[in-house]
């Protein structure tokens, strides 16, 4: 049996896979009563500033800039869900920006906020490319103290029985 989930956690990065993570995590939002959202991106540490490394651009910003850049983002992704009459009200959803390893003040948010499900993105790297750069969803699912959904793009098509 399913348990309820009210409190869903979802990492971005801006890129376009963060976009399928944070779709898939509204879905769950929007198909349930008093859910709660919570988007956290994880910033690199430069002193006092914080680096966004974007999908096509990094971005050098104060924290408190990095935070509205998430909300905004946020944002302009629950309109888009608005206008394709999907229904998420944005008091449900919070967005926090943490600096340090991603995985680690992942589940460490979810720990915090006490989350149900946390949602990443991975590109599906295998062997000598994961070993080098490492995998933050795997580190996740390894981590986390709840399930966690892992969200890739549909790489072939399916095949015919």
């Known amino acids: 049996m399913l348990q309820p989930m009210k409190h869903v ?4 990065d801006f890129s376009p896979l ?3 993570a944070l779709n898939a995590a509204l879905e769950i939002v929007a198909s349930r009563d008093e859910t709660k959202l919570y988007v956290v991106h994880v910033a690199k540490s430069l002193g006092p500033m914080v680096r966004l490394e974007l999908d ?6 104060s924290p408190k800039e990095a935070a509205s ?3 905004d983002y946020v944002e302009q992704h629950l ?16 967005t926090h920006v943490r600096v340090g390893s991603a ?6 948010l979810g720990a915090e906020v006490d989350a149900d499900v946390i949602v990443v993105g991975t590109e599906g790297r295998s062997g000598v490319e994961r070993f080098l750069l490492g995998s ?21 098509e399916q095949e015919e029985n």
Do not use: M, Y
Not at 56 to 61: A, G, Q
Not at 143 to 148: E, L, N, S, T, Y
């Open 9 to 12: 956690l979802v990492g971005v």
């Open 18 to 20: 963060a976009k399928l």
């Open 56 to 61: 096509d651009d990094e971005r050098t910003v």
């Open 69 to 71: 850049f998430l909300q």
């Open 79 to 94: 309109a888009a869900w608005q206008r394709a009459d999907r229904s998420v009200d944005s008091a449900d959803v919070s």
């Open 103 to 108: 995985s680690t003040e992942i589940v460490q």
């Open 136 to 156: 933050v969803a795997e580190n996740v699912v390894q981590k986390a103290g709840c399930p966690v959904w892992v969200v890739r793009e549909k790489t072939r």
